[in-house]
């Protein structure tokens, strides 16, 4: 297996380059959050802080809507992240409320 260190501040990136096969795939996740587009970088990070078993860092943005009352955000997301949101009936709190995740079994298209 080959790897490349790249200098990041005051630590290190380490990048392998791995067989195709060894690449997690990613399922399709649906999400329509109501009201003020709040953008992809503050919702995630309001779904990490207060939601455990999400892993957003793993999460690939595949399409994102804004809407009149709201915003409809479609990631390709981790297997550990589905089964933490199937655990908790597809839900997840944002900000002080909750959105309904729709999880496609399948993987992921890009």
């Known amino acids: 297996m080959q790897s490349l260190s790249i200098p990041v501040g005051?630590?290190?990136l380490l990048l392998k380059l791995v067989k195709p096969a060894e690449v997690p795939k990613l399922m399709r996740a649906e999400v329509y959050v109501p009201g003020a587009p709040l953008g992809v970088p503050?919702?995630?990070?309001?779904l990490a802080g207060q939601n455990r078993g999400l892993r957003v860092?793993?999460?690939a943005v595949r399409h994102q809507q804004s809407t009149?009352?709201?915003q409809l955000?479609?990631?390709g997301i981790d297997q550990d992240s589905a089964a933490s949101l199937l655990a908790a009936d597809n839900q997840a709190y944002v900000g002080l409320g909750?959105?309904?995740f729709r999880v496609s079994r399948?993987?992921?298209q890009s």
């Open 106 to 108: 399948g993987t992921a």
């Open 73 to 75: 955000l479609v990631f």
């Open 98 to 100: 909750r959105v309904t």
């Open 42 to 46: 503050k919702f995630l990070r309001l």
């Open 57 to 59: 860092e793993r999460w």
């Open 68 to 70: 009149a009352n709201g």
């Open 10 to 12: 005051d630590s290190q």
